[in-house]
């Protein structure tokens, strides 16, 4: 059972547009989430260790995103509405609530481009309102000689190997089922890609495992990747570091000295091993014809 809230704002405008996914606004119909990856950075205190058990979902957002929404077209301050950027806009809870069909239906209606993220083949239900959107959607001047696409559609995944995945994604979708997902989004003639992050150190950040995601996904269509590190955040109980390292000890106890090497004091693996990562997924998205980011 999903707890119902309302709450006082829907539309989060950023001060800087995002580097990766372009997105100028955000929209979070939920708040929680049921795929309870153990790595998310929105984890800790006010979620607890089970983000399944505090979703919420909230119930007002169509009537807030019609006023905000409205008022900024109005003053032609288009930019890319992220759905999601802090829960899962496809949860199965989704199916019934169509809350965020509610708001693509009133992001088509204000003509805003939008950028889905998601891990769940749900979206499929949508194309027909976001094959609308792609079309109808004014982009904001600065990307519209880069992009021409209103809709961009993206999967993501950490891992291709579905035992993995089953450990630290528990309730999403197989990272098969969301490629094939994907392939349906291109077949239906969408802009679609895959944001591998994070990369997991040692356990998904080989030579040959990030050339085998890459392949794999240009094997499956997508149009663009992009590869990103792992973060771990927080030292309480619920936190994603906490969290993570506790599934190193139970799984791969040998990684943990070299996690402890990799991150020390930060949040982020070192300077270094980032930019060995992107150099990385440069030369081979390079090799398979592949983006390496959306633009
Ligand atoms: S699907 Fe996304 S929002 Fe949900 S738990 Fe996983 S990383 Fe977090």
Redesign the pocket.
Known sequence: MVNEIKVKSILNKHKKRDDWFLDDYSVNPYSG?????I?????GSKYGEN?AKTLSAKINAPELLEKQLSRRAKRGEYGIIAL?S???PY?PIEEKLKLTRKLLEIILKYRFPVEI???SKLVLRDLDLLKEIAKNAILPDDLEPKLKHGAIISF?ISTLDEKLAKIL?P??PKPIERLDAMKRCKERGFFTGICFIPVLPFLSDSEEQVEETIKTVKEYGADFIFVGGLTLFGKGPADCKTLYYKFLEKYHPELVPKYKSLYRIFFAPSKEYQKELEEKSRRLCERYGIKNGII
């Open positions: 989430c049921s795929f309870n990856c790595y998310c950075y929105i984890r983000m999601s802090s829960t899962e949860m993220a998601t891990k993501s994604e309730g999403a």
